[in-house]
């Protein structure tokens, strides 16, 4: 059974830091590329950060230089560390995971995982 359980989220001031965890199971996750995206009420959910199975980085411009991706395989877990937040960086903040077998392409997606950025 394949899980992904976000952790880390939750209020922090302008300008303060938060890390974000996500931790896999039931899948080799070494072999896949994870990425986080986030999303509020009403629009559509957006990419912020992925980091790929041989750990290259691409970040949304809006998070570039404040955020960064990175992964321990070896504790099946990718993170995101957030610096400088913005209160428009509050959003749930979704792990996801896209790995191929035999051609196939499987994806999933994490429960979720809230952070505001609030005075």
């Known amino acids: 059974q394949v899980q992904l359980v976000e952790s880390g989220g939750g209020l922090v001031q302008p300008g303060g830091s938060l890390r974000l965890s996500c931790v896999a199971s039931?899948?080799?996750?070494?072999?896949?590329?994870m990425s986080w995206h986030r999303q509020v009420p009403g629009k559509e959910r957006e990419l912020v950060a992925a980091?790929?199975?041989?750990?290259?980085?691409s970040y949304a411009d809006s998070v570039k230089d404040r955020f960064t991706i990175s992964r321990h395989n070896a504790k099946n877990t990718v993170y995101l560390q957030m610096n400088t937040l913005k209160p428009e960086d509050t959003a749930v903040y979704y792990c996801?995971?896209?790995?191929?077998?035999?051609?196939?392409?499987?994806?999933?997606w994490g429960q979720g995982t809230q952070v505001t950025v609030s005075s």
């Open positions: 980091i790929t199975s041989v750990g290259d980085t």
């Open positions: 039931g899948f080799t996750f070494s072999n896949a590329h």
């Open positions: 996801y995971a896209v790995r191929w077998s035999w051609g196939t392409k499987y994806d999933y």
